[in-house]
């Protein structure tokens, strides 16, 4: 069935535009509300405000103490593989404690141990507790608090429901063309069906990952790469998209998607064992830390024993410890596990990896700054240097924190700097034929991507299978741009082009990185390089892996 429809919106205009509702574009607006109390800012999420990754994060948020940041620092760098920015690091992470004084300054509430004391928890690559957790509902305790004082904000509007679709430049006087000026962006607002043009001083990627071009991911239906796609669009370079991070633990449940079993279950002292004998098995891969090694290391292992198996998991048992204790420490896990008929004071808990983390992003310094003028890049969307070429556990949501801050103060000389267009910025104009049954056939793409990905592009890589991925990935991303140009613009269709493309940049970063290194392992390449290259991708880059 085919109906012509027109789908232009309204015209916006805000100081700045926020792109995504996790914890560093919220942190972002709250801190440019301190800054500049008259500006005028928009947040769009594609949901709610409550649906981002940062919402679904259990463990909690990495923060060293003053005599433990070297510590930290150290950590990280020996998780990164080598290819952390020193500088970025440092700057990111001696900030911990205040991330966590400012978090509680809006409200959210940290465990205490029985002396009254903040309570630290400990996840795998720490060399010391650490971690300051709500339970294991760290992200919601976070996003909850955040959003309060959002709403307490009449110079924020929020649009919920509403998906950008590109961003909005042009070319300013004495600007290379290569290098445009980013001044709003078109956003589809979902119940209506109709695509706004917004206008903005300085907009912000705060968009997440990308977990849904795998088949198995820990991250919502919104993590679908939709920053990082759209700047790359417009000319900004991406780097680091071969490093994503999978989590060792997802539930494995036929019925259950996407929940995580917290890696402070191991920092609590959780085996994995085989599922037919029962063994466990990390000292094969990790003798000394065992379920404490990293995360590359842990995902690598337990898909190995799948493949050798051919079990579809592995087990994650803590039944050694004491049940009051594990409903204390975990109690929307020890709920959900109880829910899908699993005790885990009693039970084994059957677990796969899943895609959880993209360790790159848009390029940007720690203030978020990117190529492009006017464009900002924060926590998981933008590639500071921070996680190398692995993340360490729980140094997100400090990320988050301190890059959306940071970001709102460097923002505020271009709030202060009129806008001033150098062409005619033109609304949505289109007239499109919505076909129902071509939208319901071109979806189909997502099922098959993923799973794709997930053979080709995943935990272990080859030459031969990322040549055929990518092979793959560009006859799916020709459909799809045909699509794009001809039918009625749907969330759906935004989400596939982004993944497609994201998709594609992952493949080609991982071809070029010839070595196993961090997060990306190559099978035909297990050695790691002399020379810690930097993976660098932009638009009209004569690629060698084609």
């Given at each position: ?309 051919n079990d579809d998991y592995v087990y994650l048992d803590i039944r050694h410890k004491d049940k009051a204790f594990l409903q204390r420490r975990f109690p929307k896990i020890y709920e959900t596990l109880l829910n899908a008929g699993f005790d885990l004071s009693q039970d084994l808990i059957p677990v796969v990896p899943a895609a959880h983390y993209m360790g790159g992003g848009v390029i940007s310094d720690v203030e978020g700054r990117t190529d492009l003028g006017r464009l900002f890049a924060v926590g998981e969307t933008a590639f500071t240097g921070l996680h190398g070429a692995n993340r360490l556990a729980s140094n997100s949501l400090l990320e988050g924190s301190v890059m959306g801050r940071h970001a709102a103060r460097a923002s505020c000389h271009a ?132």
């Amino acid at each position: 069935m085919e109906y012509t429809i027109s789908q232009r919106g309204q015209r916006y205009a805000f100081d700045a535009l926020v792109i995504g509702s996790g914890i560093a574009g919220l942190c972002y607006a709250l801190e440019l509300v301190e800054q500049r109390p008259l500006a005028s800012i928009a947040i769009l999420s594609k949901e709610s405000l409550y649906d981002s990754n940062t919402f679904y994060a259990q463990g909690g948020i990495a923060a060293a103490t003053a005599d433990d940041v070297s510590s930290h620092i150290a950590d990280t760098l020996s998780a990164g593989d080598g290819l952390c920015n020193e500088d970025a690091v440092a700057t990111l992470l001696q900030e911990g404690q205040e991330s966590v004084a400012y978090l509680m300054k809006q409200g959210v509430h940290f465990d205490h141990d029985e002396t009254d004391a903040l309570a630290l928890g400990q996840e795998g690559g720490h060399s010391n507790r650490r971690i300051y957790h709500v339970g294991d509902q760290t992200g919601t305790a976070i996003v909850q608090a955040l959003v309060a004082r959002i709403k307490e904000c009449p110079r924020i509007t929020v649009f919920e429901k509403h998906t950008a679709v590109n961003l909005i430049t042009q070319i300013a006087p004495h600007q290379p063309a290569c290098f445009p000026e980013v001044i709003g962006a078109y956003v589809l607002d979902e119940l209506a069906g109709i695509i706004h043009t917004v206008m903005a001083r300085v907009v912000v990627l705060a968009t997440g990952g990308a977990g849904k071009v795998y088949r198995y991911t820990t991250n919502p239906s919104v993590a679908t790469g939709d920053g990082v796609a759209m700047a790359y669009r417009a000319g900004a370079r991406v780097g680091g998209l071969e490093f994503y991070q999978f989590h060792p633990t997802l539930f494995y449940h036929p019925k259950i998607n996407n929940f995580l079993i917290s890696e402070a279950l191991r920092g609590e002292g959780a085996y994995l064992r085989r599922p037919k004998t029962g063994e466990r098995f990390m000292q094969r891969y990790a003798p000394e830390a065992m379920e404490l090694a990293t995360r590359d290391v842990v995902a690598r292992a337990i898909f190995s024993e799948i493949e050798q198996s051919n079990d579809d998991y592995v087990y994650l048992d803590i039944r050694h410890k004491d049940k009051a204790f594990l409903q204390r420490r975990f109690p929307k896990i020890y709920e959900t596990l109880l829910n899908a008929g699993f005790d885990l004071s009693q039970d084994l808990i059957p677990v796969v990896p899943a895609a959880h983390y993209m360790g790159g992003g848009v390029i940007s310094d720690v203030e978020g700054r990117t190529d492009l003028g006017r464009l900002f890049a924060v926590g998981e969307t933008a590639f500071t240097g921070l996680h190398g070429a692995n993340r360490l556990a729980s140094n997100s949501l400090l990320e988050g924190s301190v890059m959306g801050r940071h970001a709102a103060r460097a923002s505020c000389h271009a709030i202060d700097t009129p806008l001033h267009l150098h062409q005619a910025i033109e609304d949505w104009d289109s007239t499109s034929v919505l076909d129902l049954r071509r939208a319901s056939q071109i979806n189909v793409h997502w099922r098959g991507l993923r799973g794709e990905m997930s053979s080709y592009a995943g935990i272990i890589r080859t030459d031969a299978g990322l040549r055929d991925q990518l092979k793959l990935v560009l006859a799916r991303r020709d459909m799809i741009e045909e699509y794009y140009w001809k039918y009625a613009i749907t969330r759906d269709l935004i989400e596939l082009r982004n993944i497609i493309l994201i998709a594609e940049l992952i493949v080609r970063s991982a071809l070029n990185r010839r070595e196993s290194r961090g997060g990306h392992y190559r099978e035909d390449y297990t050695e790691k390089s002399s020379h810690a290259m930097e993976s660098v991708l932009k638009v009209n880059d004569v690629s060698r892996t084609e």
